[in-house]
């Protein structure tokens, strides 16, 4: 597999890396109108958007909880579970649409899912909860930590889904850790993340002959790879620093776009990290021969990497992404 890292155009000095006041002004510019379902103004919610967070919610659940359901969705912040992500596994047995749960417990957990996306982002999320299991009845949630007494997380997992509420619990990570999405439809064009692949394949087109030899790699790594490498890591496929200012805006671009079905003080968050870690110049893309349907090279797997940032996005068979944001603890 290629990997580069990168050269002196890519430079950690502070007056090579993006200014980060003009990443986020970039990438919050292009998102815009994709990310603007941020107000909660959708009439479930009693108070402003700064008094009823996902985190608020997830204080109300846990107060609603009894001692039996505490003592099996209530685990330590420290368990060894947090840290686990796959594309398909149930972090605690109880699944939602069981009497385990009341249903105002259960109107909580759809409101904590809301908190923590976009308007766009919540409409996607019930689909694909819908269309893969039945709907949010076949998944699955737990605490980690208390929320109010230290450190909380909020987890709910199922199948093509690993999200994370935390209130910035997780030290210098973005939405809390890991995150898993995807959508079991087998048809490339008709999978509900295939605007994804269509705006990285933007991105290619835009590449010269050279620089797509740099960006294509033969195999793909293991999709659930996506440990932070730090700034001393190899990265596979072409640098963005080594593009010019129109590819680069490309790529903001793409962002902008994966970034929409999440909540802005997320999207915050990752820009900020993004930018901590030498900007959108320090991050790679790769295209992977493996797996493109119909040898068609519009890549159906595709990866974005850089020194506290992994996108890894698997279109074949079906729609597995894997991401993980945040820096190098140390």
Same mark, same amino acid.
Not at 112 to 131: N, V
Not at 133 to 148: H, M, W
Not at 226 to 234: L, N, R, Y
Not at 273 to 300: P, R
């Given at each position: 597999?290629?990997?580069?890292?990168?050269?002196?155009?890519?430079?950690?000095?502070?007056?090579? $890396?993006?200014?980060?006041?003009?990443?986020?002004?970039?990438?919050?510019?292009?998102?815009?109108?994709?990310?603007?379902?941020?107000?909660?103004?959708?009439?479930?919610?009693?108070?402003?958007?700064?008094?009823?967070?996902?985190?608020?919610?997830?204080?109300?659940?846990?107060?609603?909880?009894?001692?039996?359901?505490?003592?099996?969705?209530?685990?330590?912040?420290?368990?060894?579970?947090?840290?686990?992500?796959?594309?398909?596994?149930?972090?605690?047995?109880?699944?939602?649409?069981?009497?385990?749960?009341?249903?105002?417990?259960?109107?909580?957990?759809?409101?904590?899912?809301?908190?923590?996306?976009?308007?766009?982002?919540?409409?996607?999320?019930?689909?694909?909860?819908?269309?893969?299991?039945?709907?949010?009845?076949?998944?699955? +949630?737990?605490?980690?930590?208390?929320?109010?007494?230290?450190?909380?997380?909020?987890?709910?997992?199922?199948?093509?889904?690993?999200?994370?509420?935390?209130?910035?619990?997780?030290?210098?990570?973005?939405?809390?850790?890991?995150?898993?999405?995807?959508?079991?439809?087998?048809?490339?064009?008709?999978?509900?993340?295939?605007?994804?692949?269509?705006?990285?394949?933007?991105?290619?087109?835009?590449?010269?002959?050279?620089?797509?030899?740099?960006?294509? +790699?033969?195999?793909?790594?293991?999709?659930?790879?996506?440990?932070?490498?730090?700034?001393?890591?190899?990265?596979?496929?072409?640098?963005?620093?080594?593009?010019?200012?129109?590819?680069?805006?490309?790529?903001?671009?793409?962002?902008?776009?994966?970034?929409?079905?999440?909540?802005?003080?997320?999207?915050?968050?990752?820009?900020?990290? +993004?930018?901590?870690?030498?900007?959108?110049?320090?991050?790679?893309?790769?295209?992977?021969?493996?797996?493109?349907?119909?040898?068609?090279?519009?890549?159906?797997?595709?990866?974005?990497?850089?020194?506290?940032?992994?996108?890894?996005?698997?279109? $074949?068979?079906? +729609?597995?992404?894997?991401?993980?944001?945040?820096?190098?603890?140390?």
């Amino acid at each position: 597999m290629k990997s580069h890292s990168c050269d002196q155009t890519c430079s950690t000095d502070p007056s090579a $890396a993006v200014d980060r006041r003009f990443f986020l002004k970039a990438v919050a510019g292009v998102s815009a109108a994709a990310i603007s379902g941020q107000s909660f103004a959708s009439g479930l919610f009693a108070g402003s958007a700064l008094e009823q967070t996902a985190e608020t919610f997830v204080g109300d659940f846990f107060k609603s909880l009894s001692s039996d359901q505490k003592s099996v969705l209530c685990l330590p912040f420290e368990h060894e579970l947090r840290s686990r992500i796959n594309a398909n596994w149930h972090v605690t047995k109880p699944q939602i649409g069981e009497d385990f749960f009341t249903a105002a417990q259960r109107d909580i957990i759809r409101r904590i899912l809301q908190g923590i996306t976009s308007e766009e982002g919540y409409d996607r999320l019930k689909k694909q909860m819908d269309e893969d299991s039945g709907g949010i009845e076949y998944f699955s +949630v737990a605490l980690f930590g208390e929320p109010g007494n230290g450190k909380f997380e909020f987890e709910l997992t199922g199948r093509h889904l690993t999200l994370r509420a935390d209130g910035n619990s997780v030290d210098r990570a973005a939405f809390g850790g890991p995150i898993v999405y995807g959508h079991g439809e087998e048809d490339a064009k008709k999978n509900m993340y295939y605007y994804q692949t269509e705006q990285t394949d933007k991105v290619f087109k835009s590449l010269n002959a050279d620089q797509a030899q740099n960006a294509v +790699v033969s195999t793909a790594p293991v999709e659930n790879a996506v440990a932070i490498q730090g700034e001393k890591g190899m990265f596979p496929g072409i640098c963005v620093g080594n593009l010019a200012t129109e590819q680069q805006q490309l790529v903001r671009d793409t962002l902008a776009v994966l970034l929409a079905p999440y909540r802005k003080t997320d999207v915050d968050e990752v820009m900020q990290i +993004v930018a901590e870690s030498g900007g959108v110049e320090k991050l790679h893309m790769a295209f992977y021969q493996q797996d493109d349907l119909n040898n068609d090279k519009q890549w159906d797997i595709w990866r974005v990497e850089g020194p506290s940032f992994v996108w890894h996005f698997r279109g $074949a068979p079906h +729609v597995h992404a894997y991401i993980n944001i945040g820096h190098v603890k140390g």
